[in-house]
């Protein structure tokens, strides 16, 4: 599919939500909900991984998580071409 100019600019103005998981885990919904505050969750990924970014359901780059003026933040290590990442926004109909 070719991607016009007139959709390539309507596509960089809409509004899209990122999210960032810093690691996942495995537990029962008893686990769960034993937990209180105060109590550790351990996840998959080692300290210093870093995050993956996510768009959607699809991942687009990963990142350091990093703290600025005391909220988290997310420094670009790796990402989707730009190509693809249009592609994809496309090929979901996000606009």
Do not use: H, P, W
Request: glycine content about 8%; aromatic content about 6%; cysteine-free.
């Amino acid at each position: 599919m070719e991607i016009s100019e007139r959709d390539y600019d309507l596509l960089v103005d809409t509004q899209i939500t990122v999210d960032v998981m810093l690691g996942s885990s495995d537990i029962t919904i008893k686990e769960f909900l034993n937990l209180s505050e105060g109590d550790i969750l351990s996840l998959d990924k080692n300290a210093g991984a870093g995050g993956d970014i996510f768009v959607n359901t699809r991942i687009v780059g990963t990142g350091d998580i990093i703290v600025i003026e005391e909220k988290l933040a997310v420094r670009l290590q790796d990402s989707m071409d730009s190509d693809n990442v249009v592609r994809y926004f496309f090929d979901e109909k996000l606009i």
